[in-house]
């Protein structure tokens, strides 16, 4: 009895918040007022954190969770130890990438940034083009800090229009991974990766195993569609990613990802799959790494910071060479990716900035990188941090660490290595993504898709550069 | 609802408001005392009082979201996220595109999948523990197992499951000799990969529901049923689902809300990919308001507001159409 009208009035109320809180989500971000508070866009001097009466808080907005972040985390404590009573760090995890920028937006709007914020290369642009932060450059420039030892690929990726907008911090670059043993048990030198798709190609007919109801038990090859990689082989190749030479000679009104280049590459991938020498794997990074580790696919494609997982979840030996070329005579750039540390000087006073800067500055150091790289695989920011103790006894025990740091320190600086810089980059990287996988799983030629997917995102480039302004 | 405290107060409200909501309805031949109209306005003071927290409840949290989304949805926005300029409706027309249509046949389909296998799936597990099996017990608790499951781990799992290389769905079918499935990654399948999922998610709770239903069916039914020579089948035909109505309704009309809403199996499976074979309206809300760095607030409240639509579209036509069919006891 009791049953009927109760239900009714349930679902009714059901039907409501759903559309509330479909409502309710996208506006909680835009209710924030747009108070801009005080703070400088400079780099106060050591004079700021002189006569403090009581401990200056730095709060630290980053994504690094699990090993990670407890790297970070001791290094931060380290940080607090050392400055007792005069600075102390918060670091506080906000999500991944995305979420991290996202938050940040949200505190833009409401005046409440946090000092320190770590942002993916992805969002550069953004960074500068919403003015909250202090630029790098400026706290080089009043200490005089020597960027020296710090990695060129990783100063020409961050400086915009001869600034250094930020600092590197969590850096990385794809390379070739291959499961030694099965090189070694189809004939091949695992000392000798292939170095282009043709050689790819060529190892992938020999490391190809089939069963005997002739399905594949061994891919020769497999690897994500991962956008990031598209961006990878342009740079190798030496084509711009974005016009207005790479969006660091003026703003970009379009992306070339359906250069001639990345439509061989595109076919070739497609080629792969129909002939079954690479493993049908879709946009997770998950997904390609456990067919790798799993000895499903004998070769494939990921970040250094995928190094640690491999060497330990293996049951084969791991080998590393450097991200192939699509061509053998390829110039052979490599840029980076992962994310680099904002200084936020909008709503903040002069001693918290200050003390922001000290705290980066200690993790710049090469005792903190060195124990930044062993713990995590992320390349050592600071060049010198490699002959640290952690990180030279972790080279010891796997020679492998050292092929990221050979591979950037063999590439050249220049405009096509330093990667685009624009504000739909995320986007971007989204829409080849999605391209290259239109491309390989429906009748849409690799052409035609990409050509789409730059479409795409010109139209979202015109709109981000007409809301700057 | 029905709090115990509440008997009296409800009443005297809802007299109060039929007597003022009722024009013509037997109005009071002389003016009333005035004693009388003065304890009537202060009923309906009190009426109002006792409303007034779910009222504010309501608007902040309801009345106040909506609003928001409707300004924003005819706002553009800056890089931030704030809204800057009005546009009108041009958010909405360009909607009127074979993508955006696109998301639309999906969210439909996406729920075809999900209610329908879903509600059928709990009701055969159901009919068959009613069936007499041994264990009934433990397999009634085997099966409402799933409810408790949080859509993110019940996804990770499936994720491995479904893997390409090394997941365990394509093993067995490599061991049986089969072809190899593309779960998530092929156009034709994710969807079906990710519904799978969502039955198999809400099959606990559906389990639950019909579990009950079936233990309130008076006894003397069955047994009237039983001397009249139904038995099995044919009992479970013409006297459990029948008696079931109200259980299946409500679970049709729950699942198809929570089918429309669905988001965190679709973003830890697919992303909405490949090539958006699985991208339904919520994720398209999500894709443009908060994934990739993106904060198009105004286009994704556009599209929030044609999911409201969406879902009082659904929830009415069940209710006008489906519910008159229910026999309630």
Known sequence: MMGTPRIMRRTRTRTALVAGAAALCLSITACGGDSEGGGSLSAPGPEALEDLDSTVQVEFWHSMDSTNGQVLNGLIDE?????????????????????????????IQQGNTANIVQIYDLGTQ???????????????????????PIEDALLNYFTVDGELRSFPFNNSTPLMYINKDAFEEAGLDPEQPPKDLAGIREYAEALTVRGANGQVERYGFGAAVYGWFIEQFMARAAVPYCDSGNGREGRATEVLFDDPNV???????????????????????????????????????????AMGGFLEQSGFEVGAGYFPLIHADDPAGSIIGGASLWINGAGHSDAETRASWEFVQFLLTPAAQSKWHAGTGYLSVNTEGYNGPEASERAAEYPQFSVAADQL??????????GCMMGVMSEARVAAEEAWEAALVTDTTAADALSAGTDKVSRKIEEYNASVG | MASPSGTTLPRVSISSTNRDGRPGGAP?????????????????????AFLAPSLIVFALFLLYPLGRTVYLSMHGNDIIGRPTRFVGFDHFSELLTA???????????????????????????????ESGIRGQRFFRSAFALPFAFSVASASVIFAVFYNPASGVLNGILYELGLGQVKWLNSTDWSLISVSLTTVWMNLGYGVLVLAAGVGSIPREVNEAALLDGATGGRRAWHITVPLLGPQLFFLAVISTINALQSFGQIHILTQGGPVGSTTTLVYSIYEY????????????SAQALVLLLMVLGCTALQFGVIERKVHYS
Do not use: C
Not at chain 1, 89 to 95: K, P
Not at chain 1, 409 to 416: C, D, L, P
Not at chain 2, 289 to 300: C, E, K, N, V
């Open chain 2, 289 to 300: 308001a908060f994934a990739y760095g993106t904060s198009d607030f105004g286009r994704a």
């Open chain 2, 99 to 129: 993508d955006f249509g696109k998301v639309l046949v999906t969210t439909l389909l996406f729920t075809l999948l999900v209610v329908v296998p879903g509600v059928l799936g709990a009701l055969a597990v159901v009919l068959l523990l």
């Open chain 1, 409 to 418: 320190a063999n590439s050249e600086t220049n405009i096509n290595t330093a």
């Open chain 1, 126 to 148: 953004f960074m500068i083009d919403s003015g909250q932060t202090v630029p790098a450059q400026s706290f080089v420039d009043k200490d005089g800090y020597d960027t020296g």
């Open chain 2, 28 to 48: 009071p031949r002389t003016g009333p005392p005035r004693t009388l109209v003065r304890e009537r306005r202060k009923e309906t003071l009190l009426a109002w």
């Open chain 1, 79 to 107: 940080f607090n130890a050392e400055h007792e009573g005069r600075i102390k760090v918060t670091g506080s995890f906000q999500g991944d990438y995305d979420t991290t920028l996202a938050q940040h937006r949200a505190a």
């Open chain 1, 263 to 305: 439509v061989e590459l595109v076919e070739w991938w497609q080629g792969m799959i129909d002939d079954e020498l690479a493993a049908p794997l879709g946009r997770g990074t998950d997904d390609a790494q456990a067919a790798f580790t799993a000895g499903r696919a004998a070769m494939t494609l990921e970040s250094t910071g």
